[in-house]
């Protein structure tokens, strides 16, 4: 291609990958002189000058981006806000300028999201207005080189971290954990080896290449398993499958399997507790951030399920060993930086569910929550600084010294997406989250239900109705409810099993068998709480699926786990004996 004619085709917006192999081009742009130029965003629409350090690239011959002297470092935002790539990687991308500026580190953020802070033009030294693509964070590591330490992949969530190994390879240095330790996490099979190695328990899993392979290693591991395509994340089009009849049902609907797109097998670890665990490293000393304990069991995707700091059924032993284990991944991996886990707990035995090296969703969460600005932390071990110069001891386990507990709550999008059924799965749905904060858990539990737009109603009329394996569970909810005073109707299987069980209540007609029915009842607002637990797998249950998405539409409360029910049942009765107070965060850290 001639040296005219690419240049065009650059001006008008073409990547280097969509006119050919991405390396050969960006080649023959820098040896024909083709380089981006980077003009300033005119926040002053003509009136007068600007001087925001905002720029975007341009292929054209002046350039408005002038180069300091100052030591600098690159942070990767994560990009335009979407479902798994929320606004908690931008708090992070934040803070890590923060810190950095704090010791008088120059600061370049790359983020193309108009909508969020980490792109207000005053919070970064300068702003890249760029995707977070290899061509675009090469041309501006090229454009920034001068005193340039290296570039921050931890804090763009899994945009960012993508980067790691393409631009490593493209020799940009990389700060913190070191970028092949950062591919041991991502990589199923060498993640795995290191889980072995450490005698850390994991999942049985396998890889299959084709259907005949994955139904071997289905049944090989045993039903119930998780399926997903390998190299996915936000849990994308991943699902839980309890035979192989399902089995053959998402490989023909849902996903193909080929040699280039195998299908990843885990074996789906049942009622289980999922944890997780935020980590800073300095390759040396491990802070361990916080330990949430998932309202909802394993199964719903940690970006949707509720959790609290700190765990409340899990016992000083289970976290000995979590902490244990988390401390070791962290040093094998020499982390420098962040470093998120997320464990099964079942019985006495810790499963490691995945590992991610760089910040995770819950990193605001847990910093608000102890009181440690973990991003602001890592941002700091990132260029060199050790934790041990930047915490005083005993703020290595934070966790230990709080005297409150915070539950984080998820937000859905779904009043904005009709006839989406809301309920949780291994994909994630959540655009946002919520935190509630008080002395026990049932209170902060009850204030995130109303931060979540999900207010508890006191009294009233409590609507049950529980897929069959979750009945005996629902026992203790419904006998709660009961003592509380509220009525309960539910329809003809969970009625039956609660009046067999001694829980009073009153049988409603499901919307299949006629009127009225449970919706009439919602739509003259008779209802006040709705605990609707679909069943797992496919097969949509008609009746269940139009009552949440009703609920929705009508804005009564829902709850979609039993779990998610227990937590709100005790929440409402702790609620009605005390008086709901507001208490600033600095309060509860004495400041
Ligand atoms: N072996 C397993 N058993 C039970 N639940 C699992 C298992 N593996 C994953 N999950 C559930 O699926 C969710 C998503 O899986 P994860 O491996 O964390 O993918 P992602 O990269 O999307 O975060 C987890 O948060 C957890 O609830
Ligand atoms: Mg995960």
């Not at 408005?64 to 979407?82: N, T």
């Not at 999201?113 to 501006?140: A, G, H, M, Q, R």
């Not at 019985?347 to 995945?354: A, C, K």
């Not at 049950?464 to 569970?473: G, L």
């Amino acid at each position: 291609m001639e040296r005219e004619k690419l240049k065009k085709l650059k001006q008008m917006g073409f990547l280097d990958k969509q006119l050919g192999d991405e390396d050969k081009i960006r080649e023959k742009r820098k040896k024909s002189g083709i380089k981006p130029t980077y003009k300033m965003v005119d926040t002053c629409a003509g009136e007068f000058d600007a001087v925001t350090p905002y720029y975007y690239s341009t292929y054209e011959t002046e350039d408005e981006s002038e180069v300091s002297e100052r030591k600098k470092v690159i942070i990767l935002g994560s990009g335009p806000i979407r479902i798994g790539q929320g606004i908690e990687f931008d708090c992070c991308t934040v803070h890590a300028v923060f810190a950095l500026r704090e010791i008088g580190i120059e600061t370049i953020i790359i983020n193309n999201n108009p909508e969020t802070v980490s792109t207000d033009f005053d919070i970064s030294d300068k702003l890249y207005f760029e995707p977070i693509t290899l061509e675009d964070v090469l041309n501006v590591v090229e454009k920034e080189n001068k005193n340039l330490l290296g570039v921050m992949v931890q804090f763009g969530g899994q945009t960012a971290i993508n980067l790691t190994m393409p631009l490593h390879e493209h020799g940009v240095k990389i700060l913190g954990t070191l970028p092949e330790n950062i591919d041991k996490a991502e990589n199923r099979d060498l993640f795995g080896k290191i889980l072995d190695k450490l005698n850390m328990p994991s999942a049985e899993w396998g890889t299959g290449y084709s259907f005949k392979e994955v139904r071997e290693i289905a049944s090989r591991i045993g039903y119930p398993v998780l399926v997903r395509p390998s190299y996915v994340l936000g849990g994308r089009a991943m699902e839980i499958v309890q035979d192989e009849i399902e089995l053959s049902e998402y490989i023909e609907e849902a996903v193909r399997v080929s040699p280039e797109h195998p299908i990843l097998i885990d074996k789906f670890i049942q009622d289980a507790i999922e944890v997780d665990v935020d980590v800073v490293c300095d390759g040396e000393t491990v802070l361990i951030g916080g330990i949430m304990e998932h309202i909802e069991e394993a199964g719903v995707h940690s970006g949707d399920s509720a959790c609290v700091i700190p765990p409340q059924t899990l016992n000083e032993k289970i976290l000995d060993k979590i902490r244990e284990y988390s401390k070791r991944l962290a040093l094998e991996l020499k982390v420098k930086g962040l470093l998120n886990i997320q464990y099964a707990v079942k019985g006495d035995t810790v499963y490691t569910l995945e590992a991610n090296l760089r910040a995770s969703r819950t990193v605001p969460f847990v910093s608000k929550s102890v009181g440690v600005p973990l991003a602001k932390l890592a941002a700091k071990v990132m260029i060199g600084m050790k934790l041990r110069d930047l915490v005083p001891d005993p703020y290595l386990d934070p966790m230990k010294r709080i005297n409150h507990v915070a539950v984080k709550e998820v937000v859905f999008p779904f009043t904005k997406l009709p006839q989406v059924d809301p309920v949780l799965s291994p994909e994630m749905k959540s655009t946002g989250e919520v935190m509630g904060i008080d002395k026990d858990f049932a209170m902060a539990y009850y204030k995130s239900q109303i931060a979540a737009g999900n207010e508890l109603p006191l009294q009233g009329t409590v609507f049950i109705s529980v897929k069959k394996s979750d009945k005996p569970k629902i026992l203790e909810v419904g006998k709660k409810f009961s003592e509380l005073g509220f009525e309960i109707i539910s329809t003809s299987g969970t009625s039956d099993y609660l009046t067999n069980n001694g829980v009073e209540n009153r049988k409603i007609l499901k919307i299949s068998e006629g009127a009225p029915n449970i919706l009439d009842l919602m739509r003259d607002r008779k209802i006040d709480l709705i605990i609707n637990t679909p069943s797992i797998g496919k097969n949509p249950k008609r009746d269940g699926y139009r009552i949440r998405v009703s609920a929705i539409e009508l804005d009564i409360p829902y709850i979609t786990t039993v779990a998610g029910a227990l937590a709100a049942v005790n929440a409402i009765k702790d609620v009605r004996e005390r008086r709901i107070k507001v208490k600033s965060w600095n309060e509860y850290f004495g400041r």
